[in-house]
């Protein structure tokens, strides 16, 4: 019997290299994740959030405890030994970051922030929108670029966002060259779109970025759900804002994250106040202030000047292993996941799932969002799914991941229906999610993502195929 279930996973893994032989040149990794990530296997979990935070190596955290070990570190705004340590180190990984991404020191800089949405508020609230300018965004925005719109408002710019074609859910270029035309002439317009979606796992063209530059647009590309596992070459593309978060992409630390930006458009943001740290000089009783050039006049107070160390190593690390190889790995685990879950079905003949986005890895990432159906093709409450899924210790993540645009798209919920249920007596300021799972009656108000990152193997992927096995009837 154990011999026959052996042969039975090993007739699995055939199939599957037969069918994604390029899978196997990845085998590096698999030995890597016994040696720097043994704690996922020895705790059994089988980890698929790589969307929501990357996993650290052992060996990352180890190199940074010796850093921190080794030196002694004064905060960086002097010009005292200990001070000039941490300087050291910070512009190091400042210098890091842009060879990284093969970015030109003299044409772009990198401003670290806290996370992706520090870095997307820092533009947010500095872009000189003004009556008549333009913000032009895709609806599978993260809530953290959706957030902008609220600056764009206060400042009287239009708002525009652009829909997704279901089921894919990419954008049909036609109706974006009409709504490029809407740049104001002179004006300050920013079309901001994600690089890859962090609902749908769709990679939107990076060649938007200079067809919209050419039809005057500065262009904001998220890159937080794209950067763990695509290269982004700054020497061919030049989107004038970049923000990231670094834990999405190597696992630690967290609470450290960056805007890589293009000095021509840093010179154009104009900042609300100015901090510690950010100013040349300050003036009490002159009431004056003058802002420092570059990335210091947008670092606020004390960088984190023990942590961003880290940084550079983790960006070796991501070199060590290579982008190809990571790419193609969750290529493949993506293609044999999208296969088996996609044709699984009740006895009823209804799907076991419904997937929003792409069906197969053409221009799509490791993310995978669905939802579950009963065998009479009613959803499963993604709760109930998250809950099952714990239980035999699967980390995925459920709901509407901070992406409402696309979560209102894919689940069919339409602007009357959100408008009577954010206008409805008792809720003219506050709505808690049961109150607007409640009012949407019937409809499913969230999704479940199972997402495959770097250190993801073909066991994980199995597990997840197992449990979701268990839910055919
Ligand atoms: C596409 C995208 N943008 C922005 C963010 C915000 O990142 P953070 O929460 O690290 O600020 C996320 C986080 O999931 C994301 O996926």
Redesign the pocket.
Known sequence: MGNDIAATVNNIYTDFLQKYPAYASTSGIDKLRADDYGRIDRAHHIYLDY??GGIYAESQVKKHQQILLENTFGNPHSSNPTSIYATHYVESARAYVLKYFNADPSEYDVIFT?????A?KTVGESYPFAGGDQYLLTFD??N??NGIREFAHSKGAEVTYIPMALPDMRVDESMLEDLWKKARPGGNNLFAY?A???FSSVKHPLEWIEKAHARGWDVLL?A???APTNSLDLSRWKPDFV?L?F??IFGYPTGL?ALVARRQALRKLHRPWFAGGTITVASVQGDKYFLADGHAAFEDGTVDYLNIPAVEIGLKHIESIGMDNIQCRVNCLTGWLLDNLVAMKHTSGVPLVRLYGPTSTLARGGAVTVNFMDQFGRTIDHRFIEEAANNVNISLRTGC???PGAGEQALGISRVELDVCFNGPGHEDRLSLDDFRLCIDGKSSGAVRISIGMITNFDDVQGFLTFARSLVN
Not at 114 to 118: E, F, I, Q, T, Y
């Open positions: 969307t929501g806290a996370n992706a949405s520090g997307l925005n993260h953290s670029v994600p890859q979606s962090n998220d937080a759900a794209f923000p978060s834990y999405k994250g991941f901070c992406n």
